[in-house]
């Protein structure tokens, strides 16, 4: 198991960018493949973006390329989404979690930090 709490949420206007950052316990991080989801009332949670355990390959979901990059530093045991040209449908909980491997579910979530995008 490992223990997620994500930080930098908070209000900003359209088109501006936040980072958003995930702290992770234990020693295994780096044995984990990560991602970053988000949810808001009335929708289902959605997929961001993920990155495989060493960093070199990422996934995003096509409401956020070409704005997004999820990015992870093993040796801090942190994970990043850096936003960028944001839009109020941005507005959301966003989450982190880890799973083991690429087929696995994802198993460890953190409590979610909030990201509101004002027009």
């Known amino acids: 198991q490992v223990q997620l709490v994500e930080s930098g949420g908070g209000l900003v206007q359209a088109g501006g960018s936040l980072r958003l950052a995930c702290a992770a316990s234990?020693?295994?991080?780096?044995?984990?493949?990560l991602g970053w989801f988000r949810q808001t009332p009335g929708k289902e949670r959605e997929f961001v973006a993920a990155?495989?355990?060493?960093?070199?390959?990422?996934y995003y979901g096509d409401s956020v390329k070409a704005r997004f990059t999820i990015s992870r530093e093993n040796a801090k045991n942190m994970l990043y989404l850096q936003m960028n040209s944001l839009k109020p449908e941005d507005t959301g909980v966003y989450y982190c979690?880890?799973?083991?491997?690429?087929?696995?579910?994802?198993?460890?979530w953190g409590q979610g930090t909030q990201v509101t995008v004002s027009s």
């Open positions: 979690a880890a799973r083991r491997g690429a087929t696995a579910p994802y198993d460890n």
């Open positions: 234990g020693r295994t991080f780096s044995t984990y493949d």
């Open positions: 990155i495989s355990r060493s960093g070199g390959v990422t």
